[in-house]
């Protein structure tokens, strides 16, 4: 996806090589949040801490896959918070000048979309069989499946494009934003608004992450729901 001109991407770092640095800082605060959350010490750091804030953040999105998938969220919580983690810093990538924010590209977003969708489809099988996917795919009479079911194939692959055509145009229109006031406006205003167009760029980030995992934990618990 090509972006219009801006100081943000006049010397941008190729797509591929914005991936990779997002994929090396999501293993850095992987590894970083790791060694936080299952630190030697049981007893919480006393006031407001960067471990008492990862704590309180893993727990929320824990109890979040708990209520969402079930009794077996806790298989999917390596992927989920891949997912969440390297999106989240791959939207923030997208304000600092010089890098291409991958979450930018339709591409990137096109794949995590496929693999979000494929391990919830992947998830009923293994749950359910592939009879009971069928029977899912198919509720109701059975003289009814001919008709449920391509209707409801087709909203699972409506699936595919719903994840990623949300993050890309939101991405997308947080990136035109920043630049038309960055760079179309007079010198006061380039130095002061920008700074409250980043702060809601930053707040688009953080949500942007947080839907697209949300609702790629919603379908892995759509998928599994039968069993439970």
Same mark, same amino acid.
Request: with cysteine; hydrophobic share 55%.
């Given at each position: 996806?090509? &972006? ?37 010490? *049981? ?5 407001? /801490?960067?471990?008492?804030?990862? %704590?309180?953040?893993? @727990? ?9 998938? #079930? ?21 923030? *990538?997208?304000?600092?000048? #010089? ?7 339709? @591409?990137?977003?096109?794949?995590? =979309? ?11 099988? $293994? ?7 069928? $029977? &899912? ?14 209707? %409801?194939?087709? /909203? &699972? ?8 055509? $949300?993050?890309? =145009? ?30 809601? #760029? ?23 729901? @039968?069993? &439970?």
């Amino acid at each position: 996806m090509v &972006h219009a001109p801006s100081i943000f991407n006049a010397f941008a770092i190729p797509p591929l090589a914005a991936v990779g640095v997002s994929v090396v800082l999501t293993l850095l605060v992987a590894w970083r949040v790791g060694a936080t959350v299952t630190g030697d010490s *049981l007893v919480p750091s006393p006031g407001i /801490s960067l471990r008492n804030m990862i %704590e309180v953040l893993f @727990e929320g999105i824990c109890g979040l896959a708990e209520d969402s998938i #079930g009794h077996d969220w806790a298989k999917y919580m390596p992927y989920l918070g891949t997912l969440g983690l390297f999106i989240l810093i791959s939207n923030l *990538l997208n304000l600092v000048p #010089g890098f291409g924010a991958p979450t930018g590209f339709i @591409e990137t977003n096109l794949a995590w =979309a496929i693999i979000s969708v494929m391990t919830s489809e992947i998830a009923s099988m $293994r749950v359910q069989g592939l009879a009971g996917w069928a $029977r &899912h795919m198919a509720p109701g009479p059975i003289w009814l499946a001919p008709l449920i079911f391509p209707i %409801e194939f087709f /909203s &699972h692959l409506v699936r595919f494009f719903s994840l990623t055509i $949300r993050l890309t =145009a939101n991405m997308f229109a947080d990136h035109t934003l920043l630049t038309m006031f960055l760079g179309s406006f007079g010198a006061f205003i380039a130095l002061v608004i920008p700074w409250a167009v980043l702060g809601l #760029g930053m707040f688009i980030c953080f949500v942007q992450a947080f839907i697209f995992t949300f609702l790629s934990m919603l379908y892995i618990g759509m998928g599994v729901e @039968e069993s &439970h």
